[in-house]
DNA sequence: TCTTGCACTAGAGTTAAGTCTAGGGTTTAT
DNA sequence: ATAAACCCTAGACTTAACTCTAGTGCAAGA
């Protein structure tokens, strides 16, 4: 079985456009063509479209996928390389996951106040802070009156 | 205590270009300035730059933290529509990480399969079978011999 | 065979979020 | 009173990752 781009295009959520692009980025090397120039894909090529998927949807650069996928074309040789590339990316999303969930808890303590009985009273004093903050420095006050 | 630009900018890591940046897109109206037009910072002003990045480090549009700012000058009238704001917000950040960790896992299983001790011979079969997928639709095999 | 749909390339355009430059005032220490 | 270190604005430029357009060719059904 082999696959036109539209159909890859909607078992990947990845548009027709976009696929192009990636292969223009070199992220498709493997990717076969017929007599007429159209791309033909296999399942094997969808495997590896899975894995690249995998990197982009974590974050990582088309720059370093593509390097990922210049060592897997080169075959079973370059296992360490591709290992330690695999890894360094997986030591950047764990810190930028622990990064997101500390700011989430920021925000966390926002919905709290704003979720509590009395929020109103809790932001009113805020403003009542920063306003006098604002006075006791000589400066404009660019709040609300009340 | 107040803050010039500078000072703020080695607070908050944000670069002063970023300042300014920030400023002009309406995320600062709360910042006042001096008789010479600097910006001059107040504590308040750094409390609520700090939820600005919270809302910029768990990936909100600089819009939408726009729209948060507008809503924080208008006072303790607009809670309400803070708290949905961020309770959006938080649903869209949640299911982030989710995707992020599942795609992770996708990661991790490659790490694993790079980390087997047999790992080259695993490696070779997929070439083969890629290879074979290739051959049985009669096109051309990109990978190397070997 | 004609129409409709899908494919291709090259290259222009878009969007978000900065980043920098030019030209010009201000403040501080010497 | 001048150099060094700040600050300002307007607006041009950058980067990443698409997204789309124009022009053209192939393919399959009525």
Redesign the pocket.
Known sequence: MTY????V?EKTN????????????GLLPFVA???????VFTEGDLALLETICCL?NT?????DIQKYIAYVMQGPTTVQKRKELLQHHRQEVVAKQEEIARNLAGIDYKIELYDAPNATSLVAQEVAAAKADKKANGLPDPYPSF
């Open positions: 036109s781009i539209k159909e295009a990845l548009s027709i456009y976009t696929l192009r692009f990636y292969d223009k980025q063509r017929n007599e007429a120039g159209y791309r982009k974050g990582m650069k088309i720059k």
